[in-house]
């Protein structure tokens, strides 16, 4: 047997103090593989992240650190795509724990099965109540829709990686990350790996952690942002976005036209208003079944967790509704593409 290739991994960090030491040591700890070198990409960091990197950096000499001044993930991974020593690039994202063989398993997936990018599943873990709700919709199709990445399925090719072990050469051949792009930009560069001919493979034997956020504001941040660069990635490229990804703004046009109904219908007397009254509940009764099935759905986890569920699925899908809406109605202004995470 041929001795695995030695890898580099990337890991873009800004603001990470509570999650980049553990993923660090995830990355330190990878058995079966040759972890040549970690390039840690720092942004302007407003907490001690940069100092913690400094400590991992003087703890193991393979740690190296890299600066990207405007921040930016698609940045980030590119300056380190410019300094990697090896063919093979590991991104993990500083949220994310990874598996002991995570790097042997996904390395050999990639050179098996001729890819040029490896992903496996994004497993979503929390440490409370709060942030257990917020894993739970990761994990299910009631969250984050049937990505097969988040649900799991059988090995194959995909439409994107989470994360990603991919080929250098063959990223930087179709012109690298989008730096224009602040969230979907992996799923951006799949699209254009796959229409390069390259295959894309999702490997269901890595299991990855994700600690999501835990607090009702982290939560709706970050959703409304992703939604608003989906929303620009569907305005940008219409004919390669999946069904899913325009139900959250569905979702939210529907609630929105229900309130209007709702608010005409004591004004017109009769049967139009008896009419609009029916049709303005449609929107809302059927969203609170699907919310109230997806609980009781969750109640393995716990009633707090399970309760936790009925408000984090709102706030998820209509902060990514709204969000993708804005999108896709307002293109995003070049000079403030690298407003960081």
């Not at 995830?26 to 001690?48: H, P």
């Amino acid at each position: 047997m041929n001795p695995p290739p030695p890898v580099s991994f990337v890991m873009p960090a800004l603001n990470e103090e509570a999650y980049l030491r553990e993923a660090v040591e995830s990355i330190l700890g990878q058995q079966g593989a040759m972890v040549d070198e970690v390039l840690l990409v720092l942004g302007n960091s407003t907490d001690r992240t940069d100092e913690i990197a400094g400590e991992l950096a003087d703890a193991d000499s393979r740690v190296r650190l890299l600066r990207n001044e405007r921040d930016g993930i698609s940045r980030s991974i590119n300056i380190a795509l410019a300094e990697a020593r090896n063919e093979v690039v590991i991104r993990v994202d500083a949220h994310a724990v990874l598996p002991v063989d995570y790097a042997a398993v996904t390395v050999a997936a990639l050179l098996d099965n001729g890819a040029a990018n490896v992903g496996g599943k994004m497993h979503a873990e929390g440490l409370d109540p709060m942030q257990r709700a917020v894993a739970w919709a990761y994990n299910s199709p009631f969250g984050l829709g049937g990505a097969i990445y988040h649900v799991g399925g059988e090995a194959g090719p995909a439409e994107s990686a989470y994360l990603g072990v991919f080929l250098r050469d063959a990223v930087v051949g179709v012109g690298g990350f989008d730096e224009t792009l602040q969230r979907g930009e992996d799923w951006e560069m799949n699209q254009r790996l796959i229409a390069a001919g390259h295959t894309v493979w999702f490997e269901p034997r890595v299991d990855v952690i994700y600690r999501p956020r835990h607090t009702v504001r982290a939560v709706v941040k970050q959703f409304h942002a992703s939604g608003r660069w989906r929303g620009e990635i569907i305005r940008r490229h219409p004919t390669l976005g999946s069904i899913r990804y325009f139900i959250p703004m569905t979702l939210v046009a529907a609630l929105a036209a229900s309130v209007v109904l709702l608010l005409l219908a004591p004004i017109l007397a009769g049967g139009t208003g008896a009419v609009l009254l029916t049709l303005g509940l449609v929107s809302p009764v059927v969203y609170g079944v699907f919310v109230a099935t997806a609980a009781v759905k969750a109640r393995d986890m716990g009633a707090a967790t399970a309760v936790r569920v009925c408000g984090v699925l709102p706030l998820m899908h209509l902060s990514w509704g709204w969000g993708s809406l804005m999108g896709l109605l307002f293109p995003v202004r070049r000079e403030n593409a690298y407003v960081g995470r």
